[in-house]
């Protein structure tokens, strides 16, 4: 059984790419003539998804019209942040509208191709409540690092600097509805600060390296060569 149900985090500034695409949401820029959006959706229909949830806010009006119209055969609804919860607040909200006891959330502005029946199969297997999707990189200081423990239990998080290789959060997760909603977690906090990296060594999180196609469009160097890698 794959995992049916996915929530997309779409609601970011996208500061960083301003200079390249001023006036709009980081998820609508364009890459290889379509929003940078369509790439993700479809890659994860195809992995199995049928339902998406849109966690938006900035500009999301741009997010929804686009997605209206070029995916209206889609199952999806739109959370919509009144003010940025950061990633967990985010998730948190989009949480309360899952239908599914579990769910894989992703960034709306990262193609990772992973295998999405893989993650759901080792997720259910070792009754996680968090799963990691981890992408193998050489030469980097943009990521930080995970090591894992050998049955793939998450051992540490390691901050960002240069590194000749490692495991990087790729930003795609397997989570358990009820157990994430149950931590009785704030607002507003960070997926990624205060519920992975300060609960790991108290909740049964895991991480599954995948090594397949990976590019974050955050910066505009690597949205140039999104452009350049995702054409024809």
Not at 10 to 17: E, K, N, Q, V
Not at 159 to 183: D, T
Not at 212 to 228: H, L, S, V
């Amino acid at each position: 059984m794959t995992i049916k149900e996915c929530i997309i985090l779409a609601g970011g500034l996208g500061t960083r790419l301003r200079s390249a695409v001023p006036d709009l949401p980081k998820c609508m820029a364009p890459v290889a003539g379509k929003p940078f959006l369509s790439f993700v959706i479809d890659h994860f229909r195809k992995q199995g998804v049928e339902k998406f949830i849109f966690s938006l806010g900035y500009k999301h009006e741009v997010i929804q019209e686009f997605l209206d119209t070029a995916y209206a055969d889609c199952s999806k609804q739109y959370v919509i942040e009144q003010e940025p919860l950061g990633t967990g607040g985010a998730i948190q909200l989009a949480c309360r509208q899952a239908t599914e006891e579990q769910v894989v959330i992703l960034n709306g502005d990262t193609l990772f191709s992973i295998q999405l029946p893989e993650l759901t199969a080792f997720h259910q297997q070792h009754q996680a409540h968090c799963t990691l999707a981890l992408k193998p990189m050489q030469h980097f200081d943009r990521y930080g690092v995970v090591e894992l423990q050998e049955n793939g239990a998450i051992k540490s998080f390691k901050e960002k600097q240069f590194y000749e290789r490692g495991l990087i959060n790729g930003g795609i997760y397997a989570l358990q509805v009820a157990a994430f909603l149950n931590e009785g977690l704030p607002e507003k906090f960070s997926f990624e600060k205060d519920y992975l990296e300060k609960r790991y060594t108290q909740r049964p999180m895991f991480g599954l390296i995948q090594d397949t196609y990976f590019i974050d469009i955050g910066i505009p160097e690597d949205f140039e060569k999104a452009n350049r890698e995702l054409a024809g």
